[in-house]
C-alpha cells in the first residue's frame, strides 16, 4: 500500500477541516435565517389579527357586510388570506378565497388561553401549497364567540430564501476553493524544508560532510536544519580528528618500534661487542617499550571510559604525597627545560579517591604544563583551595596559552593543541572522564601568551 506524503496529509487535513466547517456554518446560517424570515412572517399576521379583533370588539360587527367590510382592509397583499369563522368551523366571510385546510386551529385555539394564538403550518388540500396559519378566538362576554384566522403561503418566502441560502452555498463553495489552494500552498512551504531536510541527511548518511541543508523559515523546521547542520559539522571535525589521530598515534607507535627493532638488530650482530653500548641499547628498548605500553594503557583505558566500564576505588589520597612523587618522576624533564616546579600543598590535605587514577591525571596536567612551557623562563605553580564543599587543586603556569577557540575544544578525544608534539590527543579527555567519576572537574582558564590554569575540583 502506497504511503501519503505529508504535503498530501496536511492538504487533506486542512480541507476536511474547512469542508466540515463550511457545513455547520451553512447548516446553521440556513436554519437561523429560516427562523428569522418564518418568525417575521408570524409577527405581521398575528399584527393582522390583533388589528381586526381591536376593531371587531370596539364597534361590534355583527352584520355579514360589516364583517366583509373589516377583511377589505388586506386586499394590499394579494397572498394574504383572512377568515372570520364562528365556533362550528363554518367560514361568514374571507377576503380571498377560503383556505381547504383543517379545522384543527379551532381545536387548538379551545385549548389555548384567552388571547393566545394558535400557530400552525398547514398544506391546502386542493392546490398542495404549503401556508403559514395564525388563529385567534374572539370572545364575547368569556365565551369563544368567533375565530380569526390569517394565512399566507409559503412559497414565496420558501423561495427568497432558497435564492439566499443557494447564495451562500456559491460563496462558501468559492471559500473551499479558495481555500484548497492556501493549504496547498502552506502544505508547500512546511514539506519543502523537510524534503529538503530529507535530501541532506541521505547524502550526510552517504559520508558527505561538507553538505549543508538550506534553512528557509525561522521555526521548529529551522531548528531542526540548525541541529542537522550542526551535527554533520562536529561529525566532520570529530572525523577530522580521528584522522588525526590515528596518524599520530601511527606515528608514536611507529618511533619506538623502528628504535626498538634498530636497537635489536644491532645487539643480534656478533661484531657488536661494545658493552656500554649494548646496555644503552638495552636501556632504549626497555624505555621505548615502558613508552609503547603507557600508549596502549591509555587506548585501552579511554576504550573502557567510552564503553562506561570505567571502576572507581575510592580511598583516603594524601596529595601532597602524590604531587611530590610526581614532581621527582619529571624532574628530569623539569631540569632539561630550564623551568622551575613549585608546591604548596599541606601534609594533610586528604581526598577520597581512587589513588591511581588521580596519579594519572596529575601526571598528564603538570606533564602538559612541562611541555607547553618555554624554556629557561616558566614557572609552574601547584596549590590547593579549600571551601565547605570541595577541595581544588591549581596547577598554573606562564607558558604559550591557549586561545579562546581552542579552550572550548581540549578536553575533547583526540584533539592536539599542537600537532607537532608527541601525545595521543586522549589524555585530557581520559582525565576529564576520570574527575567526572569521582564526581568532579576539570576547569581551565587560559589566556594566549600569559599561560594557563588547570584546576582539579574533588567533593568533600
Known amino acids: 500500500m502506497k504511503e501519503k506524503s505529508i504535503k498530501v496529509r496536511l492538504f487533506m487535513t486542512n480541507f476536511i477541516i474547512i469542508l466540515l466547517s463550511f457545513i455547520f456554518i451553512e447548516v446553521a446560517m440556513a436554519a437561523n435565517l429560516k427562523n428569522s424570515y418564518y418568525f417575521d412572517m408570524e409577527n405581521l399576521l398575528k399584527n393582522n389579527i390583533d388589528i381586526v379583533k381591536n376593531i371587531h370588539n370596539r364597534y361590534s360587527f355583527e352584520r355579514q357586510s360589516e364583517i366583509n367590510e373589516l377583511t377589505k382592509m388586506f386586499s394590499y397583499d394579494k397572498e394574504m388570506h383572512f377568515e372570520v369563522l364562528d365556533m362550528e368551523g363554518n367560514v361568514l366571510t374571507s377576503y380571498n378565497r377560503p383556505l381547504e385546510i383543517t379545522d384543527d386551529d379551532i381545536i387548538k385555539s379551545k385549548k389555548e388561553v384567552m388571547d393566545e394564538f394558535t ?65 496547498f500552498k502552506i502544505s508547500k512551504t512546511i514539506t519543502k524544508p523537510l524534503k529538503a531536510a530529507e535530501e541532506g541527511a541521505k547524502k550526510i548518511a552517504k559520508g558527505n560532510f561538507n553538505v549543508r541543508i538550506p534553512k528557509y523559515y525561522q521555526d521548529e523546521v529551522g531548528s531542526m536544519v540548525d541541529t542537522l547542520n550542526y551535527m554533520t559539522e562536529e561529525i566532520k571535525n570529530n572525523e577530522k580528528l580521528k584522522n588525526e589521530f590515528i596518524s599520530s598515534v601511527s606515528h608514536e607507535l611507529r618511533t619506538p618500534l623502528t628504535s626498538i627493532k634498530g636497537w635489536a638488530m644491532t645487539l643480534n650482530l656478533k661484531e657488536f661487542t661494545d658493552e656500554a653500548k649494548r646496555r644503552q641499547g638495552i636501556n632504549i628498548i626497555i624505555n621505548e617499550s615502558d613508552r609503547l605500553t603507557s600508549l596502549v594503557e591509555q587506548l585501552l583505558d579511554f576504550s573502557k571510559y567510552q564503553a562506561g566500564r570505567m571502576k572507581i576505588e575510592k580511598q583516603e589520597v594524601n596529595i601532597k604525597i602524590i604531587v611530590e612523587n610526581i614532581l621527582q618522576q619529571l624532574n628530569p624533564k623539569i631540569k632539561s627545560k630550564g623551568i622551575k616546579a613549585k608546591s604548596y600543598i599541606e601534609d594533610d590535605l586528604i581526598v577520597l579517591a581512587d589513588k591511581n587514577k588521580v596519579i594519572q591525571v596529575f601526571i598528564n596536567i603538570i606533564d602538559n604544563a612541562i611541555k607547553f612551557t618555554e624554556e629557561n623562563e616558566g614557572t609552574i605553580y601547584i596549590y590547593p583551595t579549600i571551601d565547605f564543599y570541595k577541595i581544588s587543586i591549581t596547577i598554573e603556569d606562564n607558558g604559550c596559552g591557549i586561545n579562546e577557540e581552542n579552550l572550548q575544544k581540549v578536553k575533547r578525544k583526540f584533539f592536539k593543541l599542537d600537532t607537532k608534539k608527541s601525545g595521543s590527543g586522549i589524555g585530557l579527555a581520559i582525565c576529564d572522564e576520570i574527575m567526572k567519576a569521582h564526581n568532579g572537574s576539570i576547569n581551565l582558564e587560559s589566556k594566549e601568551g600569559f599561560g594557563t590554569k588547570v584546576t582539579l575540583e574533588f567533593p568533600l
Open 119 to 183: 400557530t400552525n403550518i398547514v398544506k391546502e388540500k386542493k392546490s398542495g401549497t404549503t401556508y403559514m396559519s395564525i388563529s385567534k378566538i374572539i370572545y364575547k362576554r368569556g365565551v369563544p364567540y368567533r375565530l380569526l384566522r390569517c394565512s399566507k403561503s409559503l412559497e414565496t418566502l420558501n423561495l427568497k430564501l432558497f435564492k439566499v441560502i443557494s447564495l451562500y452555498i456559491l460563496f462558501g463553495i468559492i471559500t473551499i476553493l479558495v481555500g484548497a489552494i492556501v493549504s
